[in-house]
């Protein structure tokens, strides 16, 4: 069954240090999402991509935080210098083009900033 | 703009019992309605979509409604197992952007 992949699945890091999360959506999905989880919350939009371009990128900090995806197949979120409020959860989703039909999320990745 | 409410925040309920999860939204407006299961610590799992122009989809034990003139869906879960126990969140197509509900905590007691 296809299904959308991340890694790493938990990544902890000091204050300060580089740290990068990879999904790689199902295949044929145009239409590809970065959330930030805090627990207890519902998911907060970070970046939208339709194929490499950024639909939305309008929450997403971007002093400390970036995301690709180059050749509109898997994405690449970075955040540098990691800060400790930056500790949650990390959800890739995606879904066909034209963006209103079924999303799949992948496991996620927990991020703990020490 | 589009703000989507989960009430309660948190369900108790014993095994066997039938229960209804609520999720309302403000603009009636949307393309569809999605909902979805989260276990502690994992992703989010895709259970129902529901397209503005349907009334209802089932999946096994679950059925979602959908009114869009009043606002509300609901997710109805039938003869309930300690293995429902989970989050569930629901998230509208508005606008083609994804407005999430906090959720519902659900546990069921063996």
């Known amino acids: 069954e296809a299904e959308v992949a991340q890694s790493p699945r938990y990544k902890i890091t000091e204050k300060s240090q580089a740290v990068a999360f990879w999904c790689d959506p199902i295949s044929g999905h145009a239409t590809l999402y970065w959330y930030r989880q805090i627990l207890g919350q519902g998911p907060e939009l970070l970046v939208q991509?339709?194929?490499?371009?950024?639909?939305?990128d309008s929450q997403l900090p971007k002093d400390r935080f970036s995301a690709e995806r180059l050749k509109g197949v898997d994405s690449t979120l970075k955040i540098q210098p990691a800060e400790l409020g930056d500790s949650a959860m990390y959800l890739c989703?995606?879904?066909?083009?034209?963006?209103?039909?079924?999303?799949?999320f992948g496991e996620g990745s927990r991020l703990t900033v020490l | 703009k589009q703000e989507v409410t989960q009430i309660p925040a948190a369900l108790s309920v014993p095994e066997g019992e039938n229960l209804v999860l609520n999720c309302s939204f403000t603009?009636?407006?949307?393309?569809?309605l999605q909902w979805f299961r989260q276990d502690p610590g994992k992703g989010l799992t895709s259970l129902l979509l529901?397209?503005?122009s349907q009334r209802e989809q089932t999946s096994g034990r679950l059925n979602a409604s959908l009114d869009k003139s009043s606002g509300r869906s609901t997710l109805y879960i039938a003869a309930s197992q300690p293995g429902d126990s989970a989050t569930y969140l629901c998230a509208v197509d508005s606008n083609y952007q994804l407005i999430w509900g906090a959720g519902t905590k659900l546990i069921i007691k063996p």
């Open positions: 603009d009636s407006a949307i393309y569809n």
């Open positions: 991509f339709q194929d490499e371009s950024v639909v939305d």
């Open positions: 529901i397209q503005s």
């Open positions: 989703a995606s879904r066909l083009a034209g963006g209103t039909g079924e999303l799949f």
